[in-house]
């Protein structure tokens, strides 16, 4: 029995038309979507609930997705792409895995490219578009269950995916779908509540620059004032923060106000090590590690953390847990 795909259209560069471009209308762009999808695949086409561009998606919007796949799950699909925008396609990617886990088979891709040409009415001469959706295609139901990420000739475990090049077709790096990732594997439904929820997370990522410990002082300071839900810090290699009692103090206090420090690190690849002596404070204060895939996996998993419990404190107690 042939395998019924669902293809979810989501926006992005993959359905812009015109010259500067902009989005073509859904209603308009799944027919001719539809025409270059290869005859020998059973495929159905279905628009998101939330279609924008993608350095304006939030959480709320891939928790609208996740739903969308859960309740066509519930309708007999199990295989799904996902055409969604290249800037936030790690994070999409990321969260779709977090909340699918291996539930089901799912592929998100996106294109540098339109598929169509200005005028909107033939696939472009040049795009990447088609060679990305047919990849994910192909690849969909020949994967193992889980969610990963197609583009430009390679498929990523979703979890490790990061976009690496702003304009190249090769753009994205991850862990490779062929090669061993200790990815999520529970579901978790989402249910409204849960969409409405998020809309209030508050994270805020500080990338650390070479700067005197009073300077961070200040800096927490003022955060202090009105705390984020969760603090990213990126330190330097292996995560290393050069701190002192009043910093470890502010940590602290953060704590007490409900938010959580999370010390993460701004080198791309690699994982934390604590094993430096700069680094010895960490097994005590009142901060999280980064133990997460890619820095999108962390944002996801912040996500999850905080629709999954109630407090600050289950936070920190669960961390390690997911």
Same mark, same amino acid.
């Given at each position: ?16 038309? #015109? ?20 005859? !020998?695949?059973?495929?159905e086409c ?32 199990? !295989? ?47 795009t990447d ?12 139901l020949a ?91 990126? #330190? ?87």
């Open positions: 029995m042939m395998k019924t795909i669902a293809l979810i259209y989501m926006g992005g560069t993959f359905g812009c038309i #015109g010259e500067p471009l902009i989005p073509m209308p859904e209603q308009d762009f799944l027919p001719l979507l539809a025409k270059v999808i290869p005859p !020998h695949l059973q495929v279905f628009a998101a609930a939330s279609i924008k561009d993608s350095s304006a998606c939030t959480a709320t919007d891939w928790l609208m997705l996740v739903q969308q796949i859960q309740q066509l799950q519930l309708n007999g699909f199990q !295989h799904f792409v996902i055409i969604h925008g290249t800037d936030t396609l790690s994070y999409a990617a990321a969260t779709l895995a977090r909340f699918l886990g291996h539930s089901c088979h799912a592929i998100i891709t996106g294109s540098q490219y339109p598929l169509l040409n200005i005028e909107g009415n033939d696939t472009r001469e040049f578009a088609i060679g990305n959706l047919y990849l994910a295609l192909e690849q969909v994967l193992p269950s889980g969610v990963y990420l197609a583009f430009h000739e390679q498929v990523f475990h979703a979890q490790s995916t990061l976009k690496a090049h702003t304009t190249e077709l090769d753009a994205f790096v991850g862990i490779k779908a062929d090669q061993s990732c200790d990815t999520t594997a529970d579901a978790l439904i989402v249910q409204n509540e849960q969409i409405d929820q998020a809309a209030q997370l508050s994270v805020l990522n500080l990338m650390l620059q070479p700067i005197a410990k009073q300077q961070f002082i200040l800096q927490l300071k003022n955060l202090l004032l009105s705390p984020p839900h969760f603090l990213v810090l990126q #330190g330097f290699g292996t995560g290393n923060i050069a701190v002192n009692d009043e910093i470890l103090a502010l940590f602290e206090q953060l704590y007490q106000k409900q938010c959580l420090p999370i010390i993460s690190t701004q080198v791309t690849f690699g994982q934390l090590d604590q094993r430096y002596a700069v680094s010895s404070w960490i097994q005590s204060a009142k901060v999280l590690v980064n133990d997460c895939h890619s820095h999108a996996d962390l944002y996801a998993k912040v996500l999850q953390m905080y629709l999954k419990y109630p407090t600050h404190e289950q936070w920190f107690a669960h961390w390690h847990q997911h």
